[in-house]
């Protein structure tokens, strides 16, 4: 099979096309023939090296954490998924593989794929909606009542967490340039905050959860923008929102007021999101797509932070 893999940290030119052996799915998990994978800011930081306390120096590395496709293989203790179901899903850990034809993944990474959603649209949606979902459920506890500033709310996740935000019940205020104020009311921002006009910080509301999806907000600012109470929510591992976040988790609930996602893939929040999509609720959106072999031309576009939605790679 063809296959996305690179022998050193580095620039995108590092990413070579590749024929490497079909993996096998062995218990608990399936091999999925992959039609999409989606591109993340993970993505382009792993290759860079910037994560390699964790990734260490083996080389060749593989590349890509979402997926969509179909099910190729099942592995034994697998009992919900059969050969040729479509499904989507998201790598947990560090290794990646599914910028490639064939990925095995655990049962639980996965879940169907709606049928009326595409494979590039689908592929965008696991790592960037269960970041945002987690981020705004499980961390920022939002809801009917709360109000969520969402910085960033033009790109991959951010487009998402405007819309779960919505669907969650919040009223959302969204950050981002004028060139995506519409398509972040048209997702369901009440308010759209241009930054190139107007600092955050002197915008004048205050905010129950602050999530910084495009990592350029640090907690002290965030912290004139939130209300009693209130979270700010990083989606970057910085040595600021790290220490942060360690030392409000040992503050009492009321206190807490820092915090870092650190996504999870899960069974059950892909078929919640898969539920959202099927009802018309949350809506992928794609800003371009690329052929496999043109990973590297994905990867530097990525990079330009400049995306309206997600990247995705097409594999035939």
């Excluded at 079909?22 to 993505?43: F, I, M, S, T, W």
């Excluded at 120096?57 to 050969?83: H, L, Q, T, W």
């Excluded at 495009?214 to 979270?231: E, V």
């Amino acid at each position: 099979m063809k296959a996305i893999e690179y022998d050193r940290y580095g620039t995108p030119e590092v990413l070579t096309l590749r024929e490497v052996e079909v993996p096998e799915a062995g218990r608990g998990q399936v091999r999925v023939r992959v039609r999409a994978a989606a591109l993340n800011p993970k993505d382009c930081l792993v290759r860079k090296g910037r994560f390699r306390n964790v990734t260490g120096k083996k080389f060749p590395r593989r590349a890509g954490y979402d997926f969509a496709g179909e099910v190729d293989a099942v592995g034994s203790g697998v009992n919900d998924m059969a050969i040729g179901d479509a499904v989507f899903g998201m790598l947990n850990g560090w290794a990646g593989g599914t910028h490639a034809e064939y990925v095995v993944a655990s049962w639980h990474e996965l879940a169907h794929k709606p049928p009326a959603i595409d494979f590039a649209d689908a592929a965008g949606i696991p790592l960037a909606a269960q970041t945002a979902l987690q981020a705004l459920r499980d961390l920022g506890r939002s809801g009917p009542g709360r109000h969520v500033l969402i910085n960033g709310c033009g790109g991959g996740v951010g487009t998402l967490a405007v819309q779960l935000a919505t669907i969650l019940g919040a009223r959302v205020t969204g950050v981002c340039s004028a060139a995506n104020a519409e398509q972040a009311r048209q997702l369901g921002a009440a308010e759209v905050i241009d930054y190139t006009q107007t600092e955050i910080s002197r915008a004048g509301a205050r905010f129950d959860t602050v999530f910084d999806v495009f990592g350029n907000l640090d907690f002290r600012q965030a912290r004139a923008l939130l209300r009693p109470g209130g979270i700010y929510i990083s989606t970057v591992p910085s040595a600021g929102i790290v220490l942060a976040h360690l030392a409000t988790r040992l503050l009492p609930p009321p206190l807490r007021r820092a915090r870092l996602v650190v996504v999870k893939s899960r069974h059950r929040d892909l078929v919640w999101l898969a539920e959202q999509m099927d009802a018309g609720r949350l809506r992928p959106v794609t800003d371009r797509t690329w052929p496999l072999a043109q990973a590297a031309e994905a990867h530097a576009y990525q990079e330009t932070r400049r995306a309206r939605g997600k990247v995705v790679l097409t594999v035939d």
